[in-house]
């Protein structure tokens, strides 16, 4: 046998398993048409201009988003970004429900990034929460002129007919037509106005909430066909891996690549611009290394001799800053919630119960790490890119190049993992840069190390709460301080959250006390901070959801009674009642996602019946539960946790609730809840990156812990409440009440209070 090392290709290697990964593709819809999903090598992939041309094509086109050909082929435009979430599920089964096609003939394509298609953005679990009403809005509009020229056509009403199965049907003389036979006729007729559409009755929607819809990647996903950022290619291309400077705010003092240009394979060394503060998306400067291959570009990388100059982030340590927030957090910040008079509710109070909680730096780390390829030529820049958001990309391109947007096109493919970190463009820029640089196109490829070393963080933290309580227990006061350089710090100078930071967990939690006041407190920046799943949740939710559980304990009382005490009755509170001049409510009208204290206490009861709370103590099980409103949905997780037989911790079964409205995709929803809890597992028992020296002292996942298998529930039940109200955000609201449940959960086990992620570090696990 030969010594030479194989190289076994991804691709290949999934391929090569085709009988076997059949296997996994059961349950999918079977239908010839289904093969050729817009994905992957070997189905059908649009070319870059292909959404164009399709424009062009004879047919129906009432908007960007849907097309009729005459064959009878529906192109549907998803113009969110595919993260494994499975959105590609859901906006073109909302559209192709509303319009009334059949999915065996719906073609789905990916939307580049263009401002005719409105937000792109994937991030904010918005993706059907904003645009609900809208994308049905879209295929009403074809559904309508098909109509309308069926209708001419057999010189009746339009409202005596109906759009199903693919056809235009007039029961009163059981005739029909097939959308492809109408589509040229009803392009000639006028594009209703929006005002003038009016959507299907909800019973009518045969596919949203069902329970059977598939995945409709899944095929591609499981026979390796599937495209993401790294399997792209295009001729005389090179790939160029950069060393960046360890510190933000850094930049390179002296560099000797004559080493580097010895490596074979090695073409061209290329200095990046250096960046200035505030630092956005730009690129983070360095030292680019291009080559023909990758390994060629990481040997030449590391060959560089660059001497830094740190810059002004080189004192930043992560203990004596959390030591900082914590005195922050002493000290009185700026009061932006205020309820009664809680000065003197605590003058009054039988006791008190206060705590102070720290939550550090936490790192996305997508398991496909950033990449990006661009072409440059003609005066023209193309790109493709997993990105979340192709419009920032485009705008960030256009800047670095000096070019106009319109001359970039930003080409998306399948994300292997976002979390927020794929939002930020400065990857897709640089990819930019070089290849300009270069003359040739370029593909930067990000390592491990390198995202987790630059990568923009979800932001450290430090609250102190106390809580006043009446002769009978009950919480009088509520005094609620937190500390965090917040995601504004990334585009502008301000050192301390504000009014639209404090949303998230702090403003708009309900609770039944009659003297509330909460301050933001001062922090500064030293590292990119940038958007996370589920963001300043994560840890608001562990202060609150652990301080509610301490008070419980103080006054022997069970937790979930306390929950709920806390909650209150149902009811509705305004601005008034909450204690705040605005709320931002994740960008929703007040009117249409009130903060409803009746749906977090249903979610608390549901969840806690699921799980028999009542009976915890019989089998010898600890539980720990918390709740959280978050993305206007309402969710409850309790989290059960049993001594293994080494006689440490094992987080044994899991129950989450979720209130998120009406639900597109109830399987898509119920898997982003079971992923809600890993992720939430794995923030809380193992998250945290440090920083000496200003620069990030983690390198991989040797150092860097995530869940594995031994981690996680044996079981993971999801429970979706029924609804017919607004959608709501489904991808990232499960997070925020994980971490709370599992530290109340080790209290409940182990009587060892835990106030700071992550937890293992005081478990000595």
């Known amino acids: 046998m ?20 059949g296997g996994l593709a059961l349950g999918l819809l079977e239908d010839p048409a289904l093969a050729d999903e817009p994905s992957g090598d070997q189905g059908k992939k649009p070319p870059p201009a292909s959404q164009a041309e399709e424009n ?31 959105v590609r599920s859901s906006i073109p089964v909302l559209i192709a429900d509303e319009l009334g096609a059949d999915m065996s003939r719906v073609v789905v394509r990916q939307a580049v990034g263009d401002k005719k298609y409105g937000d792109q953005n994937t991030d904010g679990s918005s993706s059907i929460r904003k645009f609900y009403d809208q994308l049905r809005q879209v295929g009403a509009a074809a559904r309508v002129m098909l109509v309308a020229a069926a209708a001419k056509q057999w010189k009746v009403k339009p409202e005596t007919c109906e759009v199903r199965d693919h056809k235009v049907h007039h029961p009163p003389t059981k005739r029909s037509l097939g959308l492809g036979e109408l589509a040229d006729a009803a392009a000639k007729l006028p594009v209703p106005k929006p005002e003038e559409i009016k959507l299907r009755p909800n019973r009518e929607l045969t596919r949203v909430n069902s329970t059977t819809l598939p995945l409709l990647d899944a095929q591609a996903y499981v026979t390796g066909t599937a495209v993401f950022g790294a399997d792209m290619k295009l001729p005389d291309m090179l790939i160029a891996v950069i060393a960046r400077p360890p510190v933000v705010g850094g930049k390179v003092k002296r560099v000797d690549s004559a080493r580097a240009l010895k490596i074979p394979g090695v073409k061209k060394v290329i200095e990046m611009p250096t960046p200035k503060a505030p630092y956005g998306f730009q690129p983070w400067g360095g030292v680019a290394v291009l080559a023909d291959n990758t390994w060629a570009a990481m040997r ?62 936490l790192a996305q780390m997508p398991m496909e790490p950033p990449v990006a390829i661009a072409r440059v030529a003609g005066g023209r820049c193309e790109v493709w890119a997993p990105t979340q958001h192709p419009q920032a990309a485009r705008a960030e391109i256009a800047r670095v190049l000096g070019m106009k947007e319109a001359e970039v096109t930003v080409n998306v493919t399948l994300l292997g993992g976002g979390f927020g970190r794929k939002s930020k463009a400065d990857f897709v820029s640089e990819a930019a840069f070089l290849a300009r640089e270069a003359g040739v196109p370029v593909r930067v490829q990000w390592t491990r190390d390198d995202d987790l070393k630059h ?40 050192d301390r959250p504000t009014l639209g930071d404090l949303q998230q967990g702090v403003l708009d939690v309900a609770l039944d006390v009659p003297n509330i006041r909460a301050e933001a407190c001062p922090a500064k920046a030293h590292v990119r901070i940038g958007w996370y799943r589920s963001v300043y949740n994560i840890f608001h939710a ?45 960008g929703e009208k007040l009117e249409k996602h009130p903060v409803d204290a009746g749906r977090l206490r249903r979610v608390v009861e549901r969840v806690t019946e699921a799980a028999k709370w009542s009976g915890r103590k019989k089998d010898g099980r600890a539980f720990g539960l918390a709740a959280h409103r978050s993305f206007v949905s309402y969710t409850a997780v309790v989290l059960a946790v049993v001594p293994d037989k080494d006689r440490k911790i094992r987080i044994d079964e899991a129950w989450i609730s979720m209130d998120a409205g009406t639900v597109v995709n109830q399987e898509r929803a119920r898997a982003q809840m079971e992923g809600a809890v890993v992720m939430g597992i794995s923030n809380a028992m193992f998250g945290g990156i440090t920083m000496k020296g200003g620069a990030v002292e983690q390198t991989n996942f040797r150092d860097v812990r995530i869940a594995r298998i031994r981690d996680v529930p044996r079981k993971i039940h999801v429970d979706l409440v029924p609804s017919d109200g607004p959608p709501c955000g489904v991808g990232e609201p499960g997070v925020p009440p994980v971490g709370p449940a599992l530290a109340n959960a080790i209290f409940s086990l182990t009587g060892q209070r835990i106030r700071e992620i992550p937890l293992a570090r005081a478990l000595g696990v």
């Not at 004879?58 to 499975?86: K, W, Y």
């Not at 060959?303 to 002493?330: E, F, K, M, P």
């Not at 003058?347 to 909680?357: D, F, I, L, Q, S």
């Open 300 to 361: 030449g990388r590391a060959a560089l001799d660059i001497t830094w100059d740190h810059g002004d982030n080189a004192s930043y340590d992560s203990v004596a800053y959390r030591d900082g927030l914590l005195a922050s957090v002493r000290a009185a910040g700026t009061t932006l919630r205020n309820v009664g008079d809680v000065d003197a509710a605590f003058t009054k109070a039988a006791r008190v119960v206060e705590a102070e909680y720290t939550v550090p730096h």
């Open 542 to 586: 562990f202060a609150i959801g652990s301080l509610i559980d301490e008070i419980a304990h103080a006054r022997a009382a069970d937790p979930r009674d306390v929950w709920l005490e806390v909650i209150g009755p149902a009811r509705v509170l305004g601005l008034p009642q909450l204690g705040i001049e605005k709320l931002q409510n994740y």
């Open 2 to 21: 030969s010594d030479a090392p194989v190289l076994v290709r991804r691709r290949a290697f999934l391929v090569g398993l085709g009988l076997s990964t």
């Open 56 to 86: 062009r094509l004879p047919g129906l086109n009432p908007n960007p988003f849907v097309h009729v050909a005459a064959d009878g082929t529906v192109t549907i435009v998803c113009h969110r970004s595919e993260m494994g979430q499975g």
């Open 455 to 494: 990568c923009y963080y979800n932001t450290v933290n430090a609250q102190r709460i106390r809580a006043g309580l009446d002769e009978r227990g009950k919480v009088v006061a509520w005094h609620h301080r937190t500390a965090f350089p917040p995601i504004g710090t990334t585009f502008a100078d301000v």
